[in-house]
């Protein structure tokens, strides 16, 4: 019988699922709330257990989510400053397209830094 943590990695593949069908979704639908397939998509993606769940895998996720919002806090002030002073004509203003923002980068930075380490 599999430990309980391994089914759950399953589930990853639900996430990844849901991140595919939630991109068309925020692209093409303007309605509220078109954007909580693919926040909980890549949310599921970052919190999901790895089949081989170690300290340093954890510690690998929890400084890419660090260095995520970092550079998203970073993304999003440069945006601010340059809508007030009209050179671009988009603020980052809903916290769910930050939090978007923020586990987009996360899952980018963990999966990239898993992949250069494997290899």
């Known amino acids: 019988m599999k430990p309980p943590i391994k089914k759950f990695y399953y589930l990853k593949f639900f996430g990844l699922l849901l991140v595919l069908a939630g991109i068309p ?9 078109s954007d909580i397939p693919l926040l909980i998509g ?8 790895e089949k081989n769940e170690d300290e340093r895998s954890l ?12 550079l998203s806090y970073g993304i999003k002030l440069l945006t601010t400053n340059l809508f007030s002073h009209e050179l671009i004509p988009f603020q980052l203003v809903e916290i769910n397209h930050f939090l978007i923002l923020v586990l987009a980068l996360a899952n980018i930075i963990f999966y990239s830094r898993m992949f250069i380490i494997k290899n």
């Not at 510690?59 to 970092?70: E, G, N, P, R, V």
């Open 59 to 70: 510690m690998i996720k929890t400084t890419s989510l660090y260095i995520a919002f970092i």
């Open 42 to 49: 890549l949310f599921m993606l970052l919190v999901v257990t």
């Open 25 to 33: 979704v925020i692209i093409f639908d303007r309605s509220m709330g």
